[in-house]
């Protein structure tokens, strides 16, 4: 089993930026993608942004230019810097690891982390 850890989120103002982490608890780089994805109450899940281990990286429009997904392989964990918050940004975000080659070797998701954008 692999366990993913979010953390980062809390309550921002408008225009502010925040930072989440996501810690797996085996080595994914090359062999798997890392994703964010959000979801709002009463809304169905959406992708944020995607990094796979050959560098590429997708991202939503709603975030394109305000949002960065990053990695730090020795630490097996995966960045979403965010920029200029707005408050259609509330969400729980959900951190995502799928098997490059297909979700049926390893798909696993964390267990959120909640950003709130008020002021």
């Known amino acids: 089993q692999v366990q993913l850890v979010e953390s980062g989120g809390g309550l921002v103002q408008p225009g502010g930026s925040l930072r989440l982490s996501c810690a797996a608890s085996r080595s994914w780089f090359k062999i798997y993608a890392m994703g964010w994805y959000r979801q709002t109450l009463g809304k169905q899940r959406e992708l944020v942004a995607t990094?796979?281990?050959?560098?590429?990286?997708n991202y939503a429009d709603s975030v394109k230019g305000r949002f960065t997904i990053s990695r730090d392989n020795a630490k097996n964990t995966v960045y979403l810097q965010m920029n200029s918050l707005k408050p259609e940004d509330t969400a729980v975000y959900y951190c995502?690891?799928?098997?490059?080659?297909?979700?049926?070797?390893?798909?696993?998701w964390g267990q959120g982390t909640q950003v709130t954008v008020s002021s």
């Open positions: 995502n690891m799928r098997h490059l080659l297909s979700s049926n070797y390893g798909d696993y």
């Open positions: 990094f796979t281990s050959g560098g590429s990286t």
